[in-house]
Protein backbone atom coordinates (compact mmCIF):
# COMPACT_ATOMS: atom_id res chain seq x y z
CA UNK A 1 0.00 0.00 0.00
CA UNK A 2 1.52 3.05 -0.95
CA UNK A 3 0.25 5.02 2.88
CA UNK A 4 -2.21 7.44 3.19
CA UNK A 5 -2.24 9.97 0.32
CA UNK A 6 -3.23 13.67 0.30
CA UNK A 7 -3.67 16.10 -2.12
CA UNK A 8 -2.64 19.14 -2.96
CA UNK A 9 0.93 18.85 -1.15
CA UNK A 10 0.81 22.69 -1.25
CA UNK A 11 -1.81 25.19 -1.47
CA UNK A 12 -2.16 29.11 -1.86
CA UNK A 13 -5.43 30.70 -1.95
CA UNK A 14 -6.66 34.41 -1.47
CA UNK A 15 -9.12 35.17 1.72
CA UNK A 16 -13.05 34.26 1.06
CA UNK A 17 -12.18 31.76 -1.54
CA UNK A 18 -12.86 27.81 -1.29
CA UNK A 19 -10.40 25.09 -0.73
CA UNK A 20 -10.62 21.41 -0.41
CA UNK A 21 -8.21 19.05 0.88
CA UNK A 22 -8.47 15.40 -0.12
CA UNK A 23 -7.57 12.02 1.34
CA UNK A 24 -7.11 8.22 0.77
CA UNK A 25 -6.77 6.33 3.67
CA UNK A 26 -4.44 3.24 3.73
CA UNK A 27 -7.42 0.32 2.71
CA UNK A 28 -8.91 -1.38 4.91
CA UNK A 29 -8.49 1.30 7.97
CA UNK A 30 -11.84 1.39 9.22
CA UNK A 31 -10.56 4.97 10.62
CA UNK A 32 -9.86 8.38 9.72
CA UNK A 33 -8.74 11.86 11.22
CA UNK A 34 -8.37 15.10 10.27
CA UNK A 35 -5.51 16.81 11.90
CA UNK A 36 -4.27 20.77 11.37
CA UNK A 37 -0.48 21.79 13.05
CA UNK A 38 0.45 24.59 13.88
CA UNK A 39 2.96 26.69 15.83
CA UNK A 40 0.47 28.23 17.98
CA UNK A 41 -1.80 25.53 18.46
CA UNK A 42 0.10 22.28 17.90
CA UNK A 43 -1.21 19.23 16.47
CA UNK A 44 -5.25 19.65 16.91
CA UNK A 45 -7.57 17.21 16.32
CA UNK A 46 -10.33 18.49 13.72
CA UNK A 47 -12.74 15.49 12.83
CA UNK A 48 -12.69 11.93 12.91
CA UNK A 49 -14.87 9.32 11.57
CA UNK A 50 -15.18 5.55 11.44
CA UNK A 51 -16.53 3.23 8.62
CA UNK A 52 -17.32 6.63 6.93
CA UNK A 53 -19.48 7.81 9.53
CA UNK A 54 -18.28 10.98 11.61
CA UNK A 55 -17.82 10.24 14.90
CA UNK A 56 -16.71 13.47 16.55
CA UNK A 57 -16.28 16.98 14.73
CA UNK A 58 -16.05 18.89 18.45
CA UNK A 59 -12.66 20.25 17.16
CA UNK A 60 -13.78 21.65 14.03
CA UNK A 61 -13.51 25.34 14.50
CA UNK A 62 -16.29 26.83 12.78
CA UNK A 63 -19.19 26.61 10.61
CA UNK A 64 -16.50 27.06 7.62
CA UNK A 65 -15.22 23.95 8.13
CA UNK A 66 -16.93 21.06 7.01
CA UNK A 67 -15.93 17.15 6.45
CA UNK A 68 -17.31 14.22 4.34
CA UNK A 69 -16.12 10.86 3.54
CA UNK A 70 -18.44 9.03 1.15
CA UNK A 71 -16.78 5.57 0.40
CA UNK A 72 -13.99 4.35 2.39
CA UNK A 73 -11.63 5.67 0.25
CA UNK A 74 -11.64 9.08 0.23
CA UNK A 75 -11.99 12.10 2.25
CA UNK A 76 -12.54 15.88 1.78
CA UNK A 77 -11.75 18.68 4.45
CA UNK A 78 -13.65 21.86 3.10
CA UNK A 79 -13.23 25.61 3.99
CA UNK A 80 -15.32 28.16 2.77
CA UNK A 81 -14.34 31.27 2.95
CA UNK A 82 -10.92 30.48 3.74
CA UNK A 83 -9.33 33.26 6.10
CA UNK A 84 -5.46 34.10 6.70
CA UNK A 85 -6.12 32.67 10.28
CA UNK A 86 -6.80 29.18 8.35
CA UNK A 87 -3.02 28.66 7.32
CA UNK A 88 -1.54 25.70 8.54
CA UNK A 89 -0.54 21.80 7.55
CA UNK A 90 -3.68 19.78 7.37
CA UNK A 91 -2.42 15.95 8.01
CA UNK A 92 -5.35 13.26 7.36
CA UNK A 93 -4.16 9.85 9.42
CA UNK A 94 -6.05 6.43 9.22
CA UNK A 95 -5.69 3.66 11.39
CA UNK A 96 -6.68 0.25 11.30
CA UNK A 97 -9.13 0.08 14.83
CA UNK A 98 -8.96 1.99 17.81
CA UNK A 99 -6.26 2.00 19.49
CA UNK A 100 -3.84 1.50 17.08
CA UNK A 101 -1.11 3.41 15.27
CA UNK A 102 -2.08 5.97 13.42
CA UNK A 103 -0.76 6.45 9.64
CA UNK A 104 -0.28 10.23 8.40
CA UNK A 105 -0.48 11.25 4.94
CA UNK A 106 2.23 13.75 3.84
CA UNK A 107 0.13 16.78 4.75
CA UNK A 108 -1.27 19.78 2.70
CA UNK A 109 0.58 23.25 3.76
CA UNK A 110 -1.81 25.69 3.19
CA UNK A 111 -1.31 29.40 3.12
CA UNK A 112 -4.36 32.15 2.82
CA UNK A 113 -3.64 35.64 1.54
CA UNK B 1 -12.03 14.37 28.58
CA UNK B 2 -8.94 13.23 28.23
CA UNK B 3 -6.00 16.06 28.88
CA UNK B 4 -2.31 15.24 28.08
CA UNK B 5 0.25 17.40 28.99
CA UNK B 6 3.80 16.85 28.06
CA UNK B 7 7.23 18.27 29.19
CA UNK B 8 9.63 19.72 28.32
CA UNK B 9 8.39 22.02 25.13
CA UNK B 10 12.32 22.01 24.23
CA UNK B 11 15.56 19.80 24.98
CA UNK B 12 18.83 19.94 23.89
CA UNK B 13 21.41 17.18 24.66
CA UNK B 14 24.93 16.09 23.66
CA UNK B 15 25.36 13.19 21.11
CA UNK B 16 25.76 10.45 22.96
CA UNK B 17 23.72 11.84 26.05
CA UNK B 18 19.99 10.39 27.09
CA UNK B 19 16.80 12.41 26.54
CA UNK B 20 13.72 11.46 28.42
CA UNK B 21 10.23 13.02 27.61
CA UNK B 22 7.57 12.87 30.29
CA UNK B 23 4.02 13.04 29.44
CA UNK B 24 0.83 13.06 31.87
CA UNK B 25 -2.81 12.39 31.30
CA UNK B 26 -5.85 12.42 33.02
CA UNK B 27 -8.15 9.74 31.93
CA UNK B 28 -7.77 6.42 34.17
CA UNK B 29 -9.55 4.76 31.48
CA UNK B 30 -6.86 5.50 28.67
CA UNK B 31 -4.81 2.12 28.17
CA UNK B 32 -3.19 3.08 25.13
CA UNK B 33 -0.33 5.58 24.88
CA UNK B 34 1.66 5.88 21.37
CA UNK B 35 4.65 8.24 21.12
CA UNK B 36 5.38 9.94 17.51
CA UNK B 37 8.60 11.78 15.74
CA UNK B 38 8.04 14.12 13.62
CA UNK B 39 10.96 15.49 11.79
CA UNK B 40 11.32 18.69 9.95
CA UNK B 41 9.01 19.31 6.99
CA UNK B 42 7.45 15.30 7.55
CA UNK B 43 4.58 13.91 8.91
CA UNK B 44 4.52 11.87 12.12
CA UNK B 45 5.56 8.65 12.23
CA UNK B 46 5.15 6.42 15.51
CA UNK B 47 7.93 5.21 16.96
CA UNK B 48 7.04 3.46 19.93
CA UNK B 49 3.66 2.74 21.79
CA UNK B 50 2.87 0.58 25.32
CA UNK B 51 0.00 -0.83 26.70
CA UNK B 52 -1.86 -0.77 30.16
CA UNK B 53 -0.91 -3.85 31.00
CA UNK B 54 2.73 -3.23 30.77
CA UNK B 55 5.06 -1.20 32.79
CA UNK B 56 7.74 -0.97 30.11
CA UNK B 57 9.04 -1.40 26.52
CA UNK B 58 11.94 -1.10 24.72
CA UNK B 59 13.38 -1.04 21.41
CA UNK B 60 17.03 -0.59 20.42
CA UNK B 61 17.54 3.11 21.80
CA UNK B 62 14.27 3.99 22.88
CA UNK B 63 12.22 2.47 26.09
CA UNK B 64 8.65 3.86 26.93
CA UNK B 65 7.37 3.49 30.79
CA UNK B 66 4.32 3.49 32.33
CA UNK B 67 2.94 4.26 35.44
CA UNK B 68 -0.85 3.66 35.61
CA UNK B 69 -1.50 4.64 38.99
CA UNK B 70 0.29 7.99 38.78
CA UNK B 71 -1.07 8.71 35.24
CA UNK B 72 2.29 9.22 33.98
CA UNK B 73 4.31 8.01 31.25
CA UNK B 74 7.67 8.59 29.44
CA UNK B 75 10.00 7.76 26.79
CA UNK B 76 13.64 7.38 27.20
CA UNK B 77 16.01 7.88 24.46
CA UNK B 78 19.77 6.50 24.79
CA UNK B 79 23.11 7.36 23.08
CA UNK B 80 21.25 10.09 21.30
CA UNK B 81 22.36 11.06 17.89
CA UNK B 82 21.67 14.01 16.14
CA UNK B 83 19.28 12.42 13.50
CA UNK B 84 17.36 11.67 16.75
CA UNK B 85 16.49 15.68 16.61
CA UNK B 86 12.72 16.40 15.59
CA UNK B 87 9.83 17.11 17.52
CA UNK B 88 7.66 14.24 20.04
CA UNK B 89 4.88 14.02 20.66
CA UNK B 90 3.08 11.41 23.22
CA UNK B 91 -0.54 10.44 22.78
CA UNK B 92 -2.97 8.25 25.14
CA UNK B 93 -6.62 7.15 23.93
CA UNK B 94 -8.53 4.15 25.24
CA UNK B 95 -10.39 1.38 23.64
CA UNK B 96 -13.84 2.67 22.55
CA UNK B 97 -12.59 6.43 22.25
CA UNK B 98 -11.54 5.99 18.57
CA UNK B 99 -9.19 8.79 18.62
CA UNK B 100 -6.04 9.58 20.73
CA UNK B 101 -5.40 13.03 22.35
CA UNK B 102 -1.99 14.24 21.83
CA UNK B 103 0.81 16.04 23.68
CA UNK B 104 1.90 19.52 22.69
CA UNK B 105 5.11 18.20 21.60
CA UNK B 106 9.06 18.00 22.51
CA UNK B 107 11.27 19.36 20.14
CA UNK B 108 14.44 17.39 21.00
CA UNK B 109 17.80 19.12 19.56
CA UNK B 110 21.05 16.55 19.46
CA UNK B 111 24.31 18.57 18.97
CA UNK B 112 26.98 16.64 17.49
Known amino acids: DAGVIQSPRHEVTEMGQEVTLRCKPI?????LFWYRQTMMRGLELLIYFNNNVPIDDSGMPEDRFSAKMPNASFSTLKIQPSEPRDSAVYFC???????????FGQGTRLTVV | GENVEQHPSTLSVQEGDSAVIKCTYS??????FPWYKQELGKRPQLIIDIRSNVGEKKDQRIAVTLNKTAKHFSLHITETQPEDSAVYFC???????????FGDGTTLTVKP
Open chain 1, 27 to 31: SGHDY
Open chain 2, 27 to 32: DSASNY
Open chain 2, 91 to 101: AASWTNAGKST
Open chain 1, 93 to 103: ASSLHPNTEAF
